[in-house]
RNA sequence: GGUCCCGUGGUGUAGCCUGGCCAAACACGCGGCCCUGUCAAGGCCGAGAACGCCGGUUCGAAUCCGGUCGGGACCGCCA
């Protein structure tokens, strides 16, 4: 028995009317009526309904008076149009039915522990540790078929283009920079680690010193961090590099590419060059770096008109060297005091003091002046209501930005349906960290704008940098920066992030070595397949893109991993554990 | 590292604030019977949870308290 070549379940439609056929499958549903027994038979491309007829198979009858959900079975029968009134339209099947004449049950299932339906939710752990019935579910299968499509697009795409795939080691040298390295033990050196890739970019730009000159990858990268919605441990993403490129040579090509890709997985078109939008410019509008359009309520700052405010909870931030910033909350006014105060958990919980809104409790403290400033800097009309933080600019900008979002959520002021591309550029070299330390922005290689080169040594927080992130509806789908390529350069920029001689030449020896042997200028950019497929699919969950993703403890429950080892694995491996400290 | 939410039959919820009427309700699913055109099929009958786990308070706890485990959201972190 093969059924391999047999037709699909999903794919059948009425040209296929008269066709004898055996079909494969799994029972989604069974409607019996005694006499006759309904079906809808389910595999990968969708579910059609088979009928049992009594008069017609009594055999076929009988066994399938047995059958229940999920059992996987073999249907002999022939494709019928259905009786007039008896369509099904929601079905893309709808039109015609099987009509069995033999069945054979090949693999009996048990009561599965969620139904295998779109809209029913069951609980996030027992979905994953039966993650093979819940990829069963049409959504599921549907979103990694699109992944797949948008993957198959990006091939041809960067094929078309003259880029070369080429694969990079997964065990690589480990880096104190960026984030946490997940090692692996050397066995034949004791004590030494690899590391796994967090990405390939000390790589890739080692192969545009090898002239290959348009490099590409479908790359897994591996990042020990804490998990969000939007993150997980293994992220997948297409990796690109090219020599001798400007930043408007990345963006023709990524705007194409994703051109390419909506057209192809989606059938639309979608307007290139995409908006762009200044790093600063972002974070004061949208309190992100990765704004969602899709929605208005831009943010404002009112630092200026409060100076001298009698409102202490603002001015105690000003006189701190902080910032006020708003945004007016369309017909907001009918906002209960109730729903105001879980804003202000919302808020407290991202690490603001406090949230204030105008009009309300403030307002006696606020000037006319002031009152009006507020309102006009947010934009505010008469049945709005204004919401106000008061912090250090980083802190009032997280802030803002979530609540920008919240509310958008809250009130569906978000416009479904719209793409919303834009780069976000230019962004700045450095950063200031917590402790008020200098800090690389993207990452140590990135190129500063040969213009700004002079603010290096005296004003190194406006120096902007040759890097860009391409947003999609507020999600970060791909970032990257043209690089420097000049070893002098690359040591001074290592120099002004503080780092010594000796730390330079072993973690970045090679690469700098490297440059003294003919470099050309190169750039790349790297795009996280994951995020993209979120913004594709409209889900704000990243497991419904991925096939077998872990929790946000990292742990597989499918598989029931990490797990502990044979004590000779770790032997050969010299490897001690030592156990946690156990609070008594 | 921190904050918050959740954990009741196979699934989703109700009950928990205001302890006893709760060996716990409802829907779906599940099992049986009836039913020849349904597609969330329908009708009738039935089984199924001592309320994540441990401890405490109390005459009495699903309900209150502490801890712990698990899931999730967020801040930090993630170049």
């Known amino acids: 028995m093969s059924g391999f070549s047999a037709p699909h379940c999903g794919s059948l439609r009425a040209s296929d009317e008269g066709r004898e056929l055996e079909l494969y499958g799994w029972v989604a549903r069974r409607r019996d009526h005694g006499g006759l027994i309904f079906i809808d038979l389910r595999d990968r491309w969708g579910a059609i309904q088979v009928v049992f007829n009594p008069a017609h198979a009594p055999q076929a009858h009988t066994n399938a008076s047995d059958l229940r959900s999920e059992y996987v079975v073999r249907v002999e029968g022939k494709v019928a149009r259905r009786r007039p009134g008896a369509e099904n339209p929601r079905m893309p099947t709808g039109e015609v039915e099987v009509v069995a004449s033999d069945l054979e049950v090949i693999s009996v299932a048990k009561t599965p522990p969620f139904a295998i339906e779109d809209d029913v939710e069951a609980d996030e752990a027992t979905r994953l540790k039966y993650r093979y019935l819940d990829i069963r579910r049409p959504k599921l299968t549907h979103n990694l078929e699109l992944r797949h499509r948008v993957v198959q697009a990006i091939h041809r795409y960067m094929d078309a283009h003259e880029f070369m795939e080429v694969e990079t080691p997964m065990l690589l040298k ?54 969000r919605a939007d993150r997980v441990v293994e992220i997948t993403q297409l990796d690109v590099e090219m020599a001798f490129c400007t930043e408007e040579d990345v963006f023709e090509l990524i705007e194409g590419l994703w051109a390419k890709v909506w057209k192809d997985v989606l059938g639309i078109d979608i307007p290139t060059p995409f908006r762009r939008i200044d790093m600063r410019e972002s974070l004061l509008k949208y309190g992100t770096d990765k704004p969602d359009l899709r929605f208005d309520l831009e943010i404002a700052d009112v630092s200026d008109a409060l100076r001298e405010t009698g409102a202490t909870v603002l001015r105690g931030a000003l006189d701190a060297g902080g910032v006020v910033r708003c945004f007016a909350v369309p017909g907001g006014k009918d906002m209960s005091r109730r729903e105001l105060d879980d804003l202000a958990v919302l808020a407290r919980g991202a690490g603001a003091k406090g949230l204030a809104w105008a009009p309300g409790p403030l307002d006696r403290h606020l000037s006319e002046g002031e009152m009006a400033a507020i309102k006009s800097a947010a934009g505010a009309g008469a049945d709005d209501i204004v919401l106000l933080v008061a ?97 002098e350069l690359q040591e001074r920029v290592f120099g002004i992030l503080g780092m010594d001689e000796e730390r330079i030449g072993t973690q970045f020896g090679h690469l700098l070595d490297a440059f003294e042997y003919g470099v050309p200028p190169h750039g790349g950019i790297a795009a996280g397949i994951d995020r993209l497929m979120m913004a594709i699919v409209e889900t704000d969950n990243i497991r419904d893109v991925v096939a077998f993703p872990k929790t946000q403890s990292h742990q597989d429950l499918m598989l029931g991993a990490p797990s502990s080892v044979d004590p000779k694995q770790l032997e050969e491996l010299h490897i001690q554990v030592i156990p946690p400290e156990k609070p008594s």
């Open 174 to 227: 480990g880096t104190p920079e960026g984030s946490r390295d997940f090692i692996v033990p050397s066995r034949l050196h004791p004590g030494e680690f690899f590391a796994l890739p967090q990405s390939p970019q000390q790589l890739k730009q080692l192969l545009m010193v090898a002239g290959i000159g348009r490099y590409y990858q479908i790359a897994r990268c591996l990042r020990d961090e804490d998990l």
């Open 391 to 487: 912090d250090r600019r980083r802190k009032a900008e997280t802030v803002m930005g979530l609540l920008r979002r919240e509310i958008a959520r809250r009130r569906k002021l978000v416009r479904h349906g719209e793409w919303n591309f834009l780069w976000v550029y230019p962004m700045y070299l450095f950063e200031e960290d917590d402790l008020g330390n200098l800090t690389y922005g993207h990452h140590p290689f990135t190129s500063p704008w040969p213009e700004d080169m002079a603010l290096l040594a005296e004003r190194p927080y406006d120096v902007r940098a040759r890097a860009y992130d391409c947003v999609l509806n507020g999600v970060e789908i791909s970032g990257g920066s043209i690089r420097i390529h000049d070893r």
